[in-house]
């Protein structure tokens, strides 16, 4: 490792931890959106279609807890919009520090905690977890890293957290740029 | 109250979920890929799954794929089981004429620090004989008719413990 290569390395370190673009949801969660998820997948668990059993067991209607990454997802087209965030931002940012070329998700894992409930305006940010040595793997030389996206709803509680495991490298053979 | 609401005591390792088919057409991809909010080309436009991806054709996403394991596990615990956490391996893609077949078994069954009951799942998404998807999956059951893990908040739930 090169003297360059290490005070990037600690300038990244450095951010470990952080709450990075911190972003507000585009629309409220709504049931419309509940109702195409179910039916793509048909999906007839009676808590997203009959409203007794979302009171009983829930105290009104939630969302299925794998729309958490949905109500994310920026419209195709908004008037006057400009370039819209790349979603894991914070992964871009890594392969650009470290001059990686290459990157690849190896493990994406969610969590889920208060249910999202129609109505909540959610807001989110990443959270860079760790970054790993430099390694080599069948595919090339870089570094693992773990970044962290948080959901959360308008009264601050976490609604669940996606974790993903990239691995951002130069291909075999191709020393980094 | 429908649905199965499977109790901790219904539940043992080494069981099997009831197996689920699916003919993925590509409406299945499209729905699936609108329905997440997904409007990139290569879920919806087979032109381009050939001839920019250099795919067979367009293939079902991630989010949706996290939607199909969602619907798998609760079709068996019914509305009370709680998922707690998920955790997936992409192996492969899901295209138009595939037959998906859901299968998993339970790998363990246990009750938390907190009184919660939990069921740790292999849960696995298969075309044919090739694994597309793998998912463990940590989904809290009931421990009687009288418990609900929905109740559960703040730091009585705790759905990403390192052990199950």
């Known amino acids: ?177 | 109250m429908t649905g199965p609401n499977l109790t901790t005591d219904d539940v043992h390792a080494g069981d099997a979920l009831p197996p689920l088919s699916c003919d993925v057409t590509a409406t299945t991809v499209v729905l699936g890929a609108l329905a997440t909010r997904d409007w990139r080309p290569m879920h919806h436009d087979r032109d381009f799954a050939i001839h920019r991806n250099g795919i067979r054709d367009i293939f079902l996403n991630t989010p949706n794929q996290a939607a199909w394991f969602e619907r798998y596990v609760t079709d068996w615990t019914g509305p009370t089981g709680r998922l707690g956490r998920m955790r997936f391996r992409m192996r492969g893609s899901v295209f138009p004429g595939d037959v998906m077949m859901f299968t998993g078994t339970v790998d363990d069954v246990a009750v938390d620090a907190e009184g919660c009951g939990w069921a740790t799942l292999a849960v696995r998404l298969a075309v044919g004989d090739d694994t597309k998807t793998e998912c463990d999956v940590r989904v809290a059951l009931p421990r009687d008719a009288n418990d609900n893990p929905w109740d559960r908040r703040g730091d009585r739930w705790v759905p990403d413990a390192a052990t199950p």
């Open chain 1, 1 to 177: 490792m090169t003297v360059g290569d290490a005070a990037v390395f600690d300038a990244v370190r450095a951010r470990i931890g952080d709450r990075q673009y911190e972003e507000t949801a585009e629309f409220p969660v709504e049931r419309g959106y509940v109702w195409t998820s179910c039916a793509s997948v048909e999906n007839a668990n009676p808590l997203f279609w009959d409203d007794e059993v979302a009171e009983a067991l829930t105290g009104g209607p939630i969302t299925p807890p794998t729309m958490l990454s949905v109500w994310f997802r920026p419209h195709h087209w908004a008037p006057g919009r400009s370039e819209p965030h790349l979603p894991l931002q914070v992964h871009f940012d890594l392969k650009a520090a470290f001059g990686l070329p290459e990157a690849v998700m190896t493990d994406n894992t969610i969590v889920f905690h208060e249910p999202v409930r129609p109505g909540d305006v959610l807001t989110t940010c990443q959270v860079l977890r760790s970054v790993s040595d430099e390694k080599t793997t069948r595919i090339g030389t870089g570094r693992f890293w773990v970044i962290d996206v948080e959901y959360r709803n308008a009264r601050g509680e976490l609604a669940g957290v996606e974790s993903y495991t990239g691995f951002g490298y130069s291909r075999a053979g191709k020393a980094p740029t």
